[in-house]
């Protein structure tokens, strides 16, 4: 079968399952914040990876953060192929995070003009200018981002991307005012920007507030900042843009960036909201021996937890656990997990679920092992 069958999917509450946007003013503390954030959850630098992009160096004052450069696409591709092929044997990493989006496009320009010269046997310099020009060039660059990231996704390694912003005229199309107005968001095209909206689950917005105090009269009035406060935007307002697929209201609008280390204060404000998006797990049916299960739930962790226990079929006799190969082998399985005894034995069952990626995509043969394994 080409296709994945269906699964009830339980949704994240671990954010190093999510993916994620992180913009704002340069210097701000982006690139720290994902160093401490790897810190904070995994007390582990080697769990997370910095790529800095092309100009981009930002890692020289920042301790304890695993990091390399990228300069070609060349160099991008060969990276990707070694995150995905060597993970668990020569890296250990996670999470990967590209810094700056900006660079990180330009490099993919680069491959991107390099394509459309071969495919269209027509030489030009420029992404305005490929496969035809009309913004084509820019459309196909997004193309080739999103393939590249989704195949990181894929394969468990988690991307997040760091990226500047600034101020942009936003033109409201239900509205009669035709100059628009004023909103932080991010620096980067509008094919860009959609590409980064579809891949990334969340996009937070680091921002100065300024409070201005008017002195003077008339022409001699003068602005002074009175006080200001850094801030971490999770939602949109009227002058910044940020959000996600968090679930409304669980997050707040913004939480203030005024400590030396946000990392903890980050993790906790986004697990809290994942937390709070998530539905109690109450009353999923498991099918009787002779039938197919009615729903499956595709559970987290596999690494640590091979399966949720509060799913377990607790109906089955002994005779039906001992019988041979079960049709609902999964949820037997998962009731003689929860009564073994054996770490080494739990240990092997883990490793043979870890070469399917999680139980609910273990084949038959692999249940039958498994099975046979345990009893």
Known sequence: MAFKKPTVKRSATDISKITG??????????????ADMINEKFGDPEMGLLVSCGMEHGTNMIDNINTTHINTYKEMDELKKWLISEKGKEHKIQMVCF?????????????????????????????????????NGEKECAK???????????????????????????????????????????????????AIADCFDI?????????IEERGDGDSIKRYVKETERRLYFRSNEIVEA???????????????????????????????????????????????NEKPVVKVQEENIDEVPFEEDILD??????????????????????????????????????????????????????????????
């Not at 996009?203 to 409070?211: H, K, Q």
Request: charged share 30%; hydrophobic share 35%; aromatic share 10%.
């Open 144 to 194: 080739i981002v999103k393939d590249f990231l989704n195949e990181l996704y894929n394969s468990g390694i988690i991307p997040w991307m760091i990226g500047h912003s600034k101020l942009k005229t936003v033109k409201d199309k239900a509205s009669l005012d035709e100059e628009g107005f004023q909103k932080l968001g991010s620096s980067l095209i509008a094919d860009y920007e959609a």
């Open 243 to 289: 959000g996600g697929r968090l679930k409304d209201l669980t997050v707040p609008e913004y939480i203030p960036f005024d400590k030396p280390n946000m990392a903890k204060d980050f993790i906790e404000t986004v697990e809290n909201a994942l937390k709070a998006g998530r539905k109690p797990l109450e009353n999923i049916p498991v099918a009787p021996v």
């Open 314 to 375: 607790e109906t089955f006799s002994e005779s039906e656990t001992v019988s041979e190969y079960p049709d609902n082998l999964d949820a037997v399985i998962r009731k003689m997990f929860k009564e073994c005894t054996d770490p080494e034995l739990k240990s092997s069952v883990r490793e043979v679920i870890s070469e399917y990626g999680k139980l609910n995509d273990v084949d038959r043969e692999g249940l039958e092992k498994i099975y046979d394994m345990m009893k």
């Open 21 to 34: 946007f992180i913009m704002g003013v340069r210097k701000f503390g982006k690139t720290t914040l994902w």
């Open 99 to 135: 810094d700056s989006a900006e660079e990180f496009f330009s490099i993919f320009e680069s491959e991107t003009i390099r394509r459309s010269n071969i495919e269209n046997k027509k030489t030009v310099k420029s992404i305005k200018a490929a496969y035809g020009g009309y913004t």
């Open 203 to 211: 996009a937070v917005t680091g921002l100065i507030d300024r409070e």
